[in-house]
């Protein structure tokens, strides 16, 4: 079973509005992290946000925010007004602390268009 | 800049070459890991070593062959290369212990002609 799923292959959003990523996960593992990266065109992968599994509260980093419902296993991401530089590709992950050994798992990613 | 630098950032390579990517992270990190990203697939997970020692090889071709000196440094040697290996590679590393992301180098885009 995919343990990081993301149902968008391809997103667009128009500058300035907001726009949601979805991801879903599957673990039973109790301690856990999610993660979302950016990928842009040059291929590195920058860090976005992070959210533990034993947060209460939602994570927010700047202008974007990670929806974290826990019962549904979903840890979506919200970019909040988008810029014409968010266009990328994203990726959700996973860290399992104790099974997996430690690994990030990663889903098949999303490519944000932001259009002008 | 997130502490990971990869070497080099673009390589050309002929099937019958020799050649090596390096990978270096002064982050204190004891876990880290090569990334095959191809055009349109999702990221492969390589290679893992945690403390120097390789924890997983996901049934990657011996002509990948890993090297971890230290801690700081992970090397992939590369030899007899097919062109569907052309992929980004990517390093990265963490801390095992910690329940933190990972951090990324800029990756090698790798072209096998």
């Known amino acids: 079973a995919q343990k990081i799923t993301q149902t968008q292959p391809g997103m667009f959003v128009q500058e300035k509005e907001a726009v949601t990523l979805d991801c879903t996960y599957d673990?039973?593992?109790?301690?856990?992290?999610l993660f979302w990266y950016k990928q842009p065109s040059s291929g590195e992968m920058i860090f976005l946000i992070y959210?533990?599994?034993?947060?209460?509260q939602n994570a927010t980093e700047g202008r974007y925010s990670l929806n974290f419902q826990k019962a549904r296993k979903s840890a979506n991401l919200v970019i909040s007004a988008s810029q014409l530089g968010d266009s990328a590709m994203y990726f959700c992950?996973?860290?399992?602390?104790?099974?997996?050994?430690?690994?990030?798992?990663f889903g098949d990613g999303t490519t944000l268009t932001v259009k002008p | 800049e997130t502490g990971v630098t990869q070497t080099p950032r673009h390589l050309v390579m002929g099937m019958t070459n020799k050649k090596s990517l390096k990978c270096e992270q002064h982050?204190?990190?004891?876990?880290m890991y090569w990334y095959k990203q191809s055009a349109k697939k999702p990221l492969e997970l390589m290679f893992v070593y945690n403390f120097k020692e390789q924890t997983e090889n996901n049934s990657v071709p011996s002509r990948f062959s890993p090297e971890c000196p230290n801690s700081s440094h992970l090397f992939l040697h590369l030899h007899t290369l097919q062109p569907e290996d052309s992929a980004l590679y990517l390093c990265?590393?963490?801390?095992?212990?910690?329940?933190?992301?990972?951090?990324f180098g800029q990756g090698t885009r790798l072209t096998v002609v």
């Open positions: 959210q533990g599994s034993y947060d209460q």
């Open positions: 990265a590393s963490s801390h095992l212990q910690q329940n933190t992301e990972a951090f």
């Open positions: 673990t039973s593992d109790p301690s856990y992290g």
């Open positions: 982050l204190g990190h004891n876990a």
């Open positions: 992950a996973m860290r399992e602390v104790n099974t997996n050994a430690g690994k990030s798992t």
